[in-house]
Structure formats: structure tokens, C-alpha cells
């Protein structure tokens, strides 16, 4: 998690990490959430939601974790 959010970051994306709870090795701001909400909203653990203008555009499971080259042809 951590590689792909410094490596989004450093290309402009803006990343929030949302968890039920604290995650100290996590370097990017941490949102928190009900299990429940994110189980409905990602269905995997961990997992990555592209967010874009209010628009879902993609989710992935962590098993086939995108590059960030892939999340910005996305947008």
C-alpha cells in the first residue's frame, strides 16, 4: 500500500488511505470507516478504489494491484 501511494502522490494523485483502524505503517492520511461500508463499497482487503469528480472508474482487488501508469489512463 505504502509504494503505490508515495508513488501516486509523487505523480499528483490525491490518496487516502480508509481503515476501520489505526495503521501506524501507513505513511498517507488515514480516513476511518465502518468495516461494513467498506466491505459494501471495495469488497476485498486490501483493496484500491479510483475516485474521480465523485465517479467511480475502477476498483481492485489486492491480488491485481494496478501501476499508477495504469490508474492515470483510467482518468
Same mark, same amino acid.
Given at each position: 500500500?505504502?509504494?503505490?501511494?508515495? =508513488?501516486?502522490?509523487?505523480?499528483?494523485? =490525491? @490518496?487516502?488511505? @480508509?481503515?476501520?483502524?489505526?495503521?501506524? =505503517? @501507513?505513511?498517507?492520511?488515514?480516513?476511518?470507516?465502518?468495516?461494513?461500508?467498506?466491505?459494501?463499497?471495495?469488497?476485498?482487503?486490501?483493496?484500491?478504489?479510483?475516485?474521480?469528480?465523485?465517479? @467511480?472508474?475502477?476498483?481492485?482487488?489486492?491480488?491485481?494491484?494496478?501501476?499508477? =501508469?495504469?490508474?492515470?489512463?483510467?482518468?
Amino acid at each position: 500500500i505504502n509504494s503505490i501511494t508515495n =508513488e501516486g502522490r509523487a505523480k499528483g494523485f =490525491e @490518496v487516502v488511505v @480508509v481503515s476501520n483502524n489505526p495503521l501506524k =505503517e @501507513v505513511t498517507s492520511p488515514i480516513c476511518f470507516m465502518d468495516q461494513t461500508t467498506m466491505k459494501t463499497i471495495i469488497r476485498s482487503n486490501p483493496g484500491v478504489v479510483l475516485i474521480s469528480n465523485g465517479v @467511480v472508474k475502477a476498483k481492485y482487488h489486492d491480488n491485481d494491484f494496478p501501476t499508477v =501508469e495504469q490508474l492515470a489512463q483510467k482518468l
